[in-house]
């Protein structure tokens, strides 16, 4: 019975890690990349021209990212 509640506690502490990481990058990454692929192609179909589209698109993902960091930096 004790091994089985030992078990129990290491899935439960392993779960919680994968769940961090998930979050993390999702948080980090994911959410900024999609914001600049919205604003990048949302300013290709306002025919903004292709360059003027990357530059929105990589200053939103940095401005994202770092609203990001900033938010979730008490974690």
Same mark, same amino acid.
């Given at each position: 019975?004790?091994?089985?509640?030992?078990?129990?506690?290491?899935?439960?502490?392993?779960?919680?890690?994968?769940?961090?990481?998930? $979050?993390?990058?999702?948080?980090?990454?994911?959410?900024?990349?999609?914001? +600049?692929?919205?604003? =990048?192609?949302?300013?290709? /179909? $306002?025919?903004?021209?292709?360059?003027?589209?990357?530059?929105?698109?990589? +200053?939103?993902?940095? =401005?994202?990212?770092?609203? /990001?960091?900033?938010?979730?930096?008490?974690?």
């Amino acid at each position: 019975m004790a091994d089985d509640t030992i078990e129990r506690v290491h899935d439960a502490e392993e779960h919680r890690k994968s769940y961090n990481a998930i $979050m993390k990058a999702s948080t980090e990454i994911g959410v900024p990349f999609s914001m +600049a692929l919205a604003s =990048f192609f949302t300013s290709l /179909v $306002m025919a903004n021209g292709v360059l003027l589209s990357i530059v929105l698109g990589v +200053a939103v993902y940095v =401005f994202a990212h770092v609203v /990001v960091k900033v938010f979730f930096s008490h974690h």
